[in-house]
């Protein structure tokens, strides 16, 4: 089966030397600019990409899908259990685990840190949170009242140990806001913690700033009946904010939620203008190959003219002619995206593999840039380049079409 001639005489025109360089030249320069545009911009959106899933991922891991208060006084919770059996009776509901917060000052002998104690019940942590599996040194489950020494024991992320220079066995001071009235005043509570377990879950805040207790200490460390609210964690964590709808919907309006998404909202939102804003920024490299590509096709139409009303007078339409000059637009734009999108593919393996792009945890949050590429990303990039390209292909085929075989042979 032969091809169409038009497809023929396009290629043709774009394979064989011409006695103008500059156009060839021209067509090698466009066809590099929608390469080098369709790389970048599927690097640039797997880098926000793996970035906002990983972030995600760790803020999800480390914390719970949705979070339930009661109205009421400070022991509103104090039957912890019998809430968590109403909330695990909601739909979608997996498991459920009550929670204590507390701002501290843990000390030792190398330095002293401001962090957030959370009080737990370790079975129900571990259903509800990642922080179990994420234990590096030590147990999650070493957590009690009375441990070694008859010291209640602390979990503490890897940052805080190496700040503090305490880890597995170590003992540490925490001092509370709660304190005794003495003739100096109120002095803050003193305790003394064994740290039974170091956890690390890639996350610069968790990893710094929190330290788990017991529920029952964190209660007379703080002198709480009772826990702050219940954390949950569910079937579909994008479902998460319909969830905490439907809990207040079924247990009435005593209860307050709060999912996830709602807490870190600003958080994602600027990741997304963040991946938005660098989308359209690179994605002017296509544009500025697509007018590569209109500027090649016009000095080819004003090269071509005698060939072009040859044609003509041998009975080639003028929508003949129209589709022989978008083929050639076509065919540059696409062997650019083809070359672009598979060195683009190559770059975000490597990147990605070797972890190539560090960042500081304390800034970032997480160690280094994940690369990951949506299937719905690539092909809106490879869709879009071509038609990009097949766009500015539009004008100089109109011109093509309409050139006069009279005016073009006149002088022939």
Avoid at 228 to 236: G, M, S, T, Y
Avoid at 334 to 345: D, M, Y
Wanted: glycine share 8%; proline share 3%.
């Amino acid at each position: 089966m032969t091809p169409p001639f038009e497809l023929y005489i396009a290629l043709r025109y774009l394979l064989a030397r011409r006695k103008q360089a500059f156009i060839s030249l021209i067509s090698v320069i466009s066809t590099a600019g929608v390469s080098v545009g369709v790389m970048a911009l599927l690097i640039a959106l797997a880098l926000m990409t793996g970035l906002q899933q990983e972030l995600r991922e760790r803020i999800v891991g480390s914390t719970a899908h949705v979070y339930v208060w009661k109205l009421g006084d400070e022991a509103a919770l104090a039957e912890y259990e019998l809430e968590i059996e109403r909330l695990r009776a909601v739909p979608n509901v997996e498991a459920a685990a009550p929670v204590l917060l507390g701002k501290a000052l843990v000390k030792t002998d190398v330095g002293e840190f401001f962090i957030t104690v959370k009080g737990v019940v370790p079975k129900l942590e571990r259903t509800v949170t990642e922080v179990a599996e994420a234990i590096q040194e030590g147990s999650f489950d070493a957590l009690s009242d009375s441990g070694t020494g008859n010291l209640a024991g602390m979990v503490i992320g890897e940052g805080l140990a190496l700040q503090l220079g305490a880890f597995v066995g170590d003992e540490v001071t925490v001092l509370t806001p709660q304190g005794t009235l003495s003739p100096m005043g109120i002095m803050p509570n003193a305790r003394r913690f064994r740290v039974v377990g170091v956890y690390n879950l890639g996350l610069h805040e968790f990893d710094t700033g929190y330290g788990y207790v017991s529920l029952a200490v964190a209660q007379r460390l703080f002198a709480r009946d009772g826990p702050d609210f219940i954390e949950l964690k569910v079937q579909d964590m994008y479902a998460a904010s319909q969830i905490a709808r439907t809990i207040t919907e079924m247990l009435g309006p005593d209860y307050l939620t709060q999912d996830w998404s709602e807490i870190n909202r600003s958080l994602f939102s600027a990741l997304w203008l963040e991946k938005m804003a660098i989308s359209i920024t690179i994605g002017l490299i296509v544009m500025v190959a697509a007018l590569n590509i209109v500027a090649s096709l016009i000095l080819l139409v004003m090269e071509k003219s005698r060939d072009i009303a040859i044609l003509k007078t041998m009975g080639a339409t003028s929508r003949s002619i129209t589709t022989i000059f978008m083929l050639q637009g076509v065919i540059v734009g696409l062997f650019g995206t083809v070359v672009g999108a598979l060195g683009g593919l190559g770059v975000i393996q490597v990147l990605d593999h070797y972890q190539v792009i560090q960042l500081p945890t304390d800034v970032y949050q997480v160690a280094y840039v994940p690369f990951t590429l949506e299937t719905l990303d690539f092909m809106v990039v490879i869709v879009a380049a071509v038609l990009v390209c097949f766009l500015a292909t539009i004008y100089p085929s109109r011109q093509a079409a309409r050139v006069d075989p009279a005016q073009a042979l006149r002088y022939q």
